[in-house]
């Protein structure tokens, strides 16, 4: 009886270590294998599953001529043309935000699934040690959306990114306030700024405090806030006391969300709030909202909305997108994340076309290599060019403010379709 | 009865010594690793809960001053991560002992409230201390790999066997536990604190006792942890989560053994990799939902472990 | 820079968050002072009360005020079924095997709710309770106050209801000591059943109420939750009044703390205050035990 039961345990034991060790999907070949590493649980769950949703955008249209008339690379051709028409799969993993579980799925999605190429996470930290196994087993990684500076500060030879990150996204911001201060006479003389205490947001609260000064600013204080508060009221309470011209929040959606709804509890009115993304750039912070509640709240973004109207490819790539969250169970827009993981994945497969192999080397060359224009792109970037240490030179970040429920772009002048508001209207002067 | 458990026991060491080289790829490598991380720590959760019964629902407190001392050490002042790794141990038994004396004279669930207290605060403090990395987390150096400098960076393999090493050293310590004196005041105070203190032991020294060794075991994991994921940071290191799968695994394997908690960590971490690789990419987290229903099963069905299977079919 | 304004608003917010929390803790009091059970999944069962809210608001148009009677209904089923399933079953289990149980239903219902409605943020927008009152230069937001009034309202039912009706004191008589309370004829699995009830029932209120001013997400409950069982463990678990000043402490020291020291640390704040408490007096503020 008693080794019936030992056996048993012993075959479960067995069973798992066996079956977890066997790969996921069969392989194929004529396809590219690509591993994406995503918070598919936990509380940036709906980053990842946009993330996927981006991805598999990229992939309808890379794999088949279904869209042909996007008029980017790849689009009009099915697969990689280059290379003999071969497919690009997809393999897709989640790290639970968990920087120890995205270094296991990378050495598995390596080392089982065989994947070419890498990429994820959307978590700056869990990048950082997911890319480190890349770095080590010499298989590129290609990084689309996450944003902290150290990742390419690294001296690797194997990770790219084709995102800015939140050093040109934070001179966006600065770029915008000296445009409000020069072109609206706005009062911009104290900065405040207030952050999430994970990665993200110690990592923006520097670089926004750095810039501050070095733009000859008064930062009246950084005060970093535990992400999923039950409630911000003290934080808010402390800025109304000390009064700041400017507000410079980094939140993610949820957070977001409480801000707002804390800041009109306890009347607090920045004249200027620009946000450093995520959460304030959201689709769910104005449908939670309302168009009255978040009017005039900046942030910097990879692109406006509103951009897609004007830039053709980026609208009928976000119809595209529209559709497949809708059939997958929420009907949403691009919003700064994933657009960016859209448009990285695409610019991955120009350079895997370009490869013409699966060798780790000759792809790490093609994406060396890579040179895409505006034209080439979906976004308005100069370009995807990588500079030695694997940042992309050529991206750029606009500024957007909420007007009227709807997301515009407002800076840099070239791209703006509204004249920014300034100041933001009070909380009693809305609606 | 003796032969068949040095039989028993030849043939899991020689099993565990095998492995690596049966299964070559390095995915199961870092399976078993993460396997022996969790299941020192579910052996040195056990010394105190298991044995003493008082439930640390806080333990990740050790881990992660284990993985900082280490590592900070190393970073600011260049000192080796086995010298870093005994001041880890240092560190954390100061910290068992100023945090768990005042918390011994409270019973059962304050006990237990008061430990998720310390680690909340020690994880929100972290996340805003700057000279320790803070939010950022600490990237540890790249050094020339080797057992000196405890990092390897071509194969897994001699971080599998330190790993090995590692819970060999918490089972004998479960084993000293379990068969001495110490041990049998343990249960005493876990089955009756009032009745043991009427024999004359005294409930918060063996209790402190019982910190301390857990405490010590669990920063060395913690500095295992750090030397093999080369990035720490308060969310990894700190959250209750990896508290609450501490005690999981030693329930699962069964409290109080010597064996359990190995056998626990064995079973619940291949699972939950398992049920993450084949359902968790979709996004849908039914494989937590999954974790979850088995953790309320675990405890309705078979509260004393596995080996309690085994304790039954005994009588 | 702080003047007396400042000082007035850092009160009375704290006052407010701290009946909130107050409500939040009143269901999971009741459950802990009937048989010592700690329900783990407090704060995501609080969670699924907000998202039904929510979806009867955004299907239906029903305000979360007039739906909150029926959401205690199902709230009530739920506590009950979840102590025929799960807790009857563990009630003679060692401690951890009744924490684990109910962390792991904690764990079920988070994801349940995600996989059930995405991740993503949700508001009811414009409930009747809606918008902010100024008394002298101080803010009060109306659904705050609602919430504190509930909880208020709801803890002297409670306290009346225990010590002052005879279901009550049945529920009390078992608690003490369930062998005796048998003997004089009381089902104690009935009444044990009736507590998850009524425990439950209080969640479907604080979640209604909250879901009035608060975004929800599957992740809500977690904080909530964390806080609710320190502000029953600080007022002293089996106090029905020491859960309420419990609360209404942590809010208080929140506030303070957010306000006048650094809101980085407030929650560090919270957590030194139960340690500082139970240390010098180890049944906490109330406790009877």
Redesign the interface.
């Known amino acids: 009886m008693k080794t019936r039961k030992f056996c048993a345990t012993v075959l479960i034991i067995t069973l798992s270590l066996v079956l977890t060790g066997m790969p996921v999907c069969a392989d194929n070949p004529k396809e590219i294998k690509i591993g994406a590493i995503y918070p598919m649980t936990g509380g940036a769950a709906q980053a990842g599953w946009d993330s996927r949703q981006a991805i598999e955008v990229a992939l309808e249209i890379i794999n088949t001529t279904k869209h042909k008339d996007l008029g980017i690379p790849l689009a009009d051709t099915e697969g990689l043309p280059n290379f003999g028409g071969a497919k690009i799969s997809v393999v897709f993993a989640d790290h639970q935000g968990k920087p120890d579980i995205g270094m296991g799925e990378a050495d598995r999605l390596i080392s089982q699934e065989k994947v070419a190429v890498l990429t994820g996470c959307f978590h700056s930290n869990v990048t950082l040690t997911a890319s480190q196994v890349a770095e080590r087993k010499q298989i590129p990684f290609y990084n689309f959306e996450s944003s902290s500076p150290r990742l390419h500060q690294r001296g690797f030879k194997w990770f790219f990114r084709s995102t800015p990150h939140d050093e040109t996204f934070s001179a966006a911001i600065f770029g915008f306030l000296k445009y409000l201060k020069e072109k609206h006479g706005a009062k911009v003389q104290t900065v405040a700024i207030l952050h999430e205490d994970t990665l993200y947001g110690k990592d923006s609260g520097t670089i926004e405090n750095d810039l501050a000064i070095k733009a000859g600013y008064k930062v009246l204080a950084v005060i970093p806030y535990r992400r999923a508060a039950t409630s911000l009221t003290a934080e808010v309470q402390r800025l109304k006391a000390l009064n700041p011209d400017v507000l410079l929040p980094t939140c993610y959606a949820a957070d977001a969300i409480l801000l707002a709804k804390n800041m009109k509890d306890l009347d607090f009115n920045p004249p200027i709030v620009v946000a450093q993304g995520t959460g304030q750039i959201d689709p769910s912070f104005v449908e939670t909202l309302g168009a009255s509640m978040v009017e005039g709240i900046s942030s910097r973004n990879a692109i406006g909305p509103d951009l897609m109207e004007s830039i053709p490819k980026l609208k009928k790539a976000n119809a595209l997108f529209r559709e497949r969250t809708k059939a997958a169970g929420k009907e949403r827009d691009f919003s700064g994340p994933s657009v960016r993981c859209f448009q990285g994945m695409m610019a991955l497969a120009e350079a895997l076309s370009r490869a013409k192999s699966l060798s780790p080397e000759d792809i790490r060359k093609a994406i060396q290599e890579t040179d895409l224009k505006t034209d080439q792109l979906v976004v308005p970037w100069r370009g995807i060019k990588f500079a030695p240490d694997g940042q992309n030179m050529f991206g750029d970040a606009v500024c957007v403010q909420w007007q009227g429920g709807k997301m515009v772009t407002v800076w840099p002048e070239q791209f703006a379709t509204q004249k920014a508001i300034y100041p933001i209207p009070k909380w009693a002067d809305r609606k | 009865m003796k032969k068949t458990q040095y039989l028993g026991l030849a043939i899991a060491g020689i099993a565990a010594v095998a492995y690596p080289h049966i299964f070559r790829l390095p995915f199961p490598h870092h399976l078993m690793i993460m396997v022996f991380i969790y299941a020192t720590l579910g052996l040195a959760w056990n010394l105190i809960g298991g044995y003493a019964g008082q439930v640390s629902l806080g333990h990740a407190v050790y881990f992660g001053l284990g993985a900082y001392t280490s590592t900070l050490l190393l970073m600011k002042w260049g000192i080796n991560p086995w010298l870093g790794l005994c001041a880890g141990v240092v560190v954390s038994c100061l910290v068992a002992l100023l945090v768990g004396y005042p918390c011994f004279k409270l019973g059962g669930h304050y006990f237990a409230i008061a430990t998720i207290a310390v680690g909340e605060m020690v994880q929100q403090s972290w996340l805003n201390w700057d000279w320790a990395g803070s939010a950022i987390g600490l990237n540890l150096p790249i050094l020339e790999e080797g057992l000196k400098n405890f990092e390897f960076h071509s194969s897994k393999l001699p971080y599998y066997y330190l790993g090995l090493v590692m819970v060999g050293i918490a089972l004998l310590a479960s084993y000293a536990v379990d068969r001495s004196k110490i041990g049998y005041y343990f249960r005493a105070i876990k089955g009756d604190q009032d009745a043991a203190r009427s024999l004359g032991i005294s409930h918060t020294r063996y209790k402190a006792y019982a910190m301390v060794l857990s405490a010590a075991l669990t920063s060395i994991a913690g500095t295992f942890y750090a030397q093999y994921v080369l990035f720490i940071d308060p969310d990894s290191v700190f959250p209750m989560m990896l508290s609450i799968n501490m005690c999981l695994i030693a329930t699962l394997g069964g409290l109080g053994t010597i064996w359990g908690p190995l056998i626990g960590a064995m079973i619940l971490i291949p699972i939950s990799e398992f049920t993450r690789i084949q359902m968790g990419g979709g996004g849908t987290g039914i494989d937590i939902m999954v974790y979850g229903l088995l953790i309320i099963i675990i405890c309705l069905y078979q509260p004393r472990g596995i080996i309690g299977m085994f304790k039954l079919f005994r009588k | 820079?702080?003047t007396a304004e400042?000082l007035a608003?850092?009160l009375a917010?704290g006052l407010l968050?701290g009946c909130i929390?107050a409500l939040i803790a009143v269901g999971l009091c009741m459950i802990?002072g009937l048989m010592?059970i700690?329900n783990f999944a407090h704060g995501d069962m609080m969670m699924h009360s907000m998202f039904m809210a929510f979806w009867l608001w955004s299907l239906f148009g029903i305000d979360p005020l007039i739906a909150m009677p029926l959401i205690m209904v199902i709230l009530f089923v739920t506590g009950v079924l979840v102590y025929f399933i799960?807790i009857k079953?563990?009630l003679k289990?060692?401690?951890?095997?009744?924490?684990?149980?109910t962390?792991?239903?904690?764990?079920?219902?988070?994801?349940?709710a995600?996989?059930l409605w995405?991740?993503?943020?949700?508001?009811v927008?414009?409930p009747w309770l809606d918008g902010?009152i100024d008394i002298a230069g101080v803010?009060i937001?109306v659904p705050?106050l609602a919430a504190s009034g509930v909880a208020i309202i709801a803890f002297i039912l409670l306290y009346f209801f225990v010590n002052r009706t005879e279901l009550g004191g049945a529920l009390l008589a078992v608690s003490e000591d369930r062998e005796a309370a048998s003997l004089m004829g009381i089902n104690s699995d009935k009444m044990f059943a009736l507590g998850w009830g009524i425990g439950a029932a209080c969640l479907g209120v604080s979640g209604a109420m909250m879901a009035n001013?608060?975004?929800i997400?599957p992740?809500?409950g977690?904080?909530?939750g964390?806080?609710a069982?320190?502000a029953v463990?600080l007022g002293g678990?089996g106090s029905i009044v020491g859960a309420f000043v419990g609360g209404v402490t942590i809010g208080l020291v929140?506030?303070l703390?957010?306000?006048l020291v650094a809101?980085?640390?407030?929650?560090?704040f919270v957590?030194?205050v139960?340690?500082a408490v139970?240390?010098i007096r180890?049944?906490?503020l109330w406790g009877r035990?």
């Open positions: 820079m702080y400042i608003q850092t917010s968050m929390y802990w010592e700690v799960i079953r563990v289990a060692p401690m951890l095997a009744q924490i684990l149980s962390f792991g239903l904690g764990i079920f219902l988070r994801y349940l995600q996989f995405t991740p993503d943020s949700r508001m927008q414009e902010r803010f937001g705050q001013f608060y975004p997400t992740e809500v977690l904080l909530f964390l806080i069982y320190v463990a678990f929140e506030a703390s957010g306000v809101p980085a640390f407030k929650y560090v957590f030194g139960y340690l139970v240390f180890p049944q906490g035990y």
